[in-house]
């Protein structure tokens, strides 16, 4: 029997087994969620292809793989807040991902904002 640990946490098994699950977003606001099974990079790839096929403005606003899943289950994004108590991300799984593919153009501007939001929130931390 696999336990949860082994399929969300096992390292890069669970990633090649179980895919990648993508939600892009449209300039109208639609959304579009898409599972794709095997290597993330791969997984990715062929998702991102077949959104900008459909609707060239399609933008990743969601990544998620075994290993994302368990981490924020386990709570390990959970200890970032910025100056208002809000929790941050240290790095944002999506922004990491595309940056594997070269594809960073595919980022959902709102989170390439809460990327700069981010760092300017490190920066006043760091003032301090």
Same mark, same amino acid.
């Given at each position: 029997m696999t336990t949860t640990k082994q399929i969300l946490g096992g390292g890069f098994e !669970?990633?090649?087994?179980?895919?990648?699950?993508?939600?892009?977003e449209n300039e109208r !606001?639609?959304?579009?969620?898409?599972?794709?099974? !095997?290597p993330p990079t791969k997984a990715l790839l062929r998702l991102l292809?077949?959104?900008?096929?459909?609707?060239?403005?399609?933008?990743?606003?969601?990544?998620s793989n075994p290993q994302s899943i368990y981490g924020d289950?386990?709570?390990s994004r959970a200890h970032y807040v910025d100056e208002t !108590?809000?929790?941050?991300?240290p790095n944002w799984p999506e922004v990491g991902a595309l940056a594997?593919?070269?594809?960073?153009?595919?980022?959902?501007?709102?989170l390439a904002t809460r990327?700069?939001?981010?760092?300017r929130n490190r920066e006043r931390q760091e003032k301090r």
């Open positions: !669970g990633r090649a087994i179980y895919g990648v699950i993508v939600t892009f !606001g639609e959304l579009r969620t898409r599972h794709y099974d !095997g292809r077949e959104a900008e096929a459909k609707d060239p403005t399609f933008k990743v606003v969601s990544y289950l386990v709570g !108590g809000h929790p941050q991300a594997r593919i070269h594809r960073l153009d595919a980022l959902h501007p709102r990327k700069v939001d981010q760092r």
